[in-house]
């Protein structure tokens, strides 16, 4: 099964432009380095500067950073960040370049909801670019482009969502199925002044569904809806609260009682619907749901 290309940094092409005519020093920047002897220390060094940073924010009782974040653990998850860039270079051919670095930089002081922490982190760093670059802006790029590539690797996948598709047609062909949850969305908006407001939506993930592709920004809420927090179980579910795409995807295929939806992709897996009963004022179905497999069992391996 082919592999769907990872999204690369929009703002990419144009940091591109800017390093080649001079106006970021890409050449502060650092590339790859995988530690060794020789570039451990510093590395080390600065990976527990900026965690120390963190860590005289963090509120309520904490331990002595020396004892939440020993010499060990810190020397780890450097460790763990050259081995995840490693995996990303080696498996989907992703190369974190000055450019790309210098569009997470931009983007880290541009869209910052905590700009005096980060400037204690760049003032923990020696105010380096290069240092905040590669300490802080890397990481991030790496473990956002690994999991985006995980979670589109239709290779990995495969197997779940064979399963959810075998669910799919035994549901249309009204065989019992283990495993599905009972969900009621109220059709009319939430009155005024009820129950708390919704939460921000989660980051943009691509979902795909027989028939087309879509934006499901509302996983979190969908998946809130399945296994709603023991408090929550009384409280009403609103359709008007799931993404706009996700909702005319299950009005379209979700019209009378037993119509089934088409397996719906998310970044954390595989989702099919079937309609029980559908009025002008409420839409109840079945839900199944099938994680993805293990981010974290699958980068163990490589």
């Not at 979670?151 to 996948?157: G, I, P, R, Y």
């Not at 065989?175 to 949850?181: I, Q, S």
């Not at 028939?211 to 996983?219: D, F, I, K, L």
Request: proline share 8%.
């Amino acid at each position: 099964m082919p592999i769907r290309p990872c999204g690369l940094l929009r703002q990419t092409w144009v940091l591109s432009v800017l390093v080649s005519s001079g106006m970021i020093f890409a050449a502060r920047l650092p590339g790859a380095v995988a530690p060794d002897s020789a570039t451990l220390p510093a590395m080390c060094a600065d990976r527990a500067a900026i965690e120390r940073v963190y860590h005289e924010h963090r509120t309520g009782t904490k331990p002595d950073f020396a004892q939440a974040m020993p010499a060990d653990l810190i020397e780890k998850l450097v460790r763990q960040d050259a081995h995840k860039e490693a995996v990303l270079l080696k498996t989907y051919s992703f190369e974190v370049t000055p450019a790309v670095l210098a569009a997470e930089v931009l983007r880290i002081d541009t869209t910052t909801r905590a700009p005096e922490v980060l400037a204690e982190l760049k003032q923990a760093l020696g105010n380096d670019p290069a240092r905040f670059a590669r300490s802080v802006a890397r990481p991030i790029v790496v473990e956002r482009e690994l999991r985006r590539c995980f979670e589109n690797d239709a290779s990995l996948h495969g197997a779940q969502r064979r399963v959810a598709e075998q669910i799919r047609e035994d549901l249309r062909a009204g065989k019992a199925v283990e495993g599905l949850r009972d969900v009621t969305w109220q059709l009319t908006p939430r009155p005024e002044g009820t129950g708390s407001e919704p939460a921000g939506p989660p980051p943009q993930t691509k979902g795909t569904a027989k028939g087309g592709v879509y934006s499901v920004e509302a996983t979190a809420q969908v998946a809130q809806a399945l296994t709603p927090p023991p408090e929550a179980r009384d409280e009403k579910q609103y359709f008007d609260e799931l993404n706009p795409e996700l909702q005319n995807v299950l009005r379209a295929q979700l019209q009378k009682p037993d119509d089934v939806s088409a397996v719906i992709e998310t970044s954390g897996g595989f989702l099919v619907f079937q309609a029980k009963e559908r009025t002008a004022a409420t839409l109840s179905v079945r839900s199944f749901s099938l994680p993805k497999r293990s981010y974290e069992e699958w980068l163990a391996s490589q």
